[in-house]
């Protein structure tokens, strides 16, 4: 698709047959592409409509009703920030009072959508010609934002950013363009030294512009933090979806943080106040009592210090992240788990305990121990699919040094 396509289809007559569209259905795309072109469309505008109907159903996963109302590329919306985290983007921008950010690395305008709805306005910039144009038309009730072709390298800051308010925006390249992975998706680059802009780029940026914000990838690693600045990592639904780091006014709290997100429930936010100096880590197998698998923003935020200062808890095994405690305290950022059984990890044991307590079904969670999930099912003589006994949750561990298993029951 070129710039002229996407010209079309903003078009009064093109954005109405968009409109009434139905949900894509593979199984109705050939009859719909007659339908189109029954109506004197050219080939490629009726074959850009059925694309735009196909990823506009894809897009409601992340965009939920405003779906219907923008423009999409397939790698495009792939990349997009999902309609929750830029509403959280785009607060930062608003609560420091600017007036002006500039987006420089734009895609199709998700960021550059939210910040506009709160009343800033934005200048995108994309290096696809045609991204920035499918971001222009995405802004187009916005009439003060706009999103035109260019390098994120050739934006020049303003004399006195503080004084113009003026802030800056970067969501750089994390994929390799014409190179997949094994399930078809653009490969993702994870080091700071792969990503397009370069850091270099970013922190020179953010020296010049005191109000900048990047999205980076949620493997952001702790020691290349910037002083002064906030780490944020966020997740939604339980799988982490960036780390963001912000400056200057944009900063809420120095140091690292995590957001969690969860459809149809309020965010919550754990932050570096509310860590143990020290995480205590297990003695012993516990008896009884609670297991806690705090939400992977906290992990990879490096807060489980939050998780066992609330439980009074301890982590199983230095680095693994699941905590025990005595206490049922309920958090909004760890799943708690009633402890029922723990012991010594062997197959003959575990394969007993689970005859003996007529178990059938079971799911297993496994962190720091190595093996064969399906092998270990036949080893235990447990189905995947159910029969008429109980079902049981394993978690294969290490616990004080030792590999483990502990049977839990979710609360």
């Not at 139905?22 to 007659?34: F, G, K, T």
């Not at 059925?50 to 219907?68: C, D, I, P, S, V």
């Not at 723990?342 to 962190?367: C, D, N, Q, Y």
Request: proline letters at 7%.
């Amino acid at each position: 698709m070129d710039p002229g396509i996407v010209r079309e289809l903003t078009s009064p007559r093109i954005r109405a047959i968009l409109r009434e569209l139905p949900p894509y259905a593979e199984d109705a795309a050939l009859s719909l592409q007659r339908d189109l072109r029954r109506l004197n469309l050219a080939p490629e505008v009726a074959a850009a409509i059925l694309t735009q109907q196909r990823l506009r159903t894809r897009a409601r996963a992340k965009f939920g009703e405003f779906a219907e109302d923008l423009l999409y590329t397939p790698d495009g919306l792939e990349q997009a920030t999902r309609l929750e985290v830029a509403a959280g983007h785009a607060g930062r921008f608003y609560t420091a009072s600017l007036a002006t950010v500039h987006d420089l690395t734009c895609g199709i305008g998700a960021d550059a959508v939210a910040l506009s709805a709160l009343g800033v306005t934005v200048a995108g910039t994309d290096a696809d010609e045609t991204t920035a144009a499918i971001a222009d038309a995405n802004l187009r009730p916005w009439p003060d934002s706009r999103a035109r072709p260019g390098l994120a390298e050739e934006f020049e800051p303003p004399r006195d950013p503080l004084r113009a308010r003026v802030g800056v925006w970067i969501d750089p390249a994390r994929r390799v363009p014409g190179h997949t992975g094994r399930h078809g998706r653009i490969k993702r680059v994870f080091r700071l030294d792969e990503i397009t802009p370069t850091w270099q780029f970013v922190l020179q940026v953010a020296t010049a512009v005191p109000a900048t914000g990047v999205k980076l990838s949620p493997s952001m690693p702790h020691d290349a933090i910037p002083l002064g600045t906030e780490a944020q990592w966020t997740s939604y639904d339980g799988e982490v979806l960036e780390c963001a780091v912000w400056w200057g006014p944009l900063t809420e709290r120095p140091g690292r943080s995590a957001r969690i997100l969860h459809h149809n429930r309020p965010p919550v936010e754990v932050d570096e106040t509310m860590v143990e100096p020290e995480v205590p880590t297990a003695t012993a197998l516990p008896t009884s009592g609670w297991l806690y698998e705090p939400d992977k923003a906290v992990t990879q935020a490096g807060l489980l210090g939050a998780v066992t200062a609330a439980t009074m808890g301890r982590e199983v095994d230095p680095g693994l992240g699941y905590v025990l405690s005595d206490l049922a305290v309920d958090l909004p950022y760890a799943r708690r788990y009633a402890v029922r059984e723990a012991m010594p990890f062997t197959v003959k044991s575990l394969r007993g305990w689970l005859r003996e307590h007529k178990v059938t079904g079971v799911t297993i969670k496994k962190r720091g121990v190595r093996l064969d999930e399906d092998a270990l099912r036949r080893d235990l003589r447990i189905g995947r699919r159910a029969g008429d006994g109980e079902q049981a949750t394993l978690v294969l561990t290490r616990v004080a040094g030792r590999q483990s298993v502990l049977v839990v029951a979710a609360d």
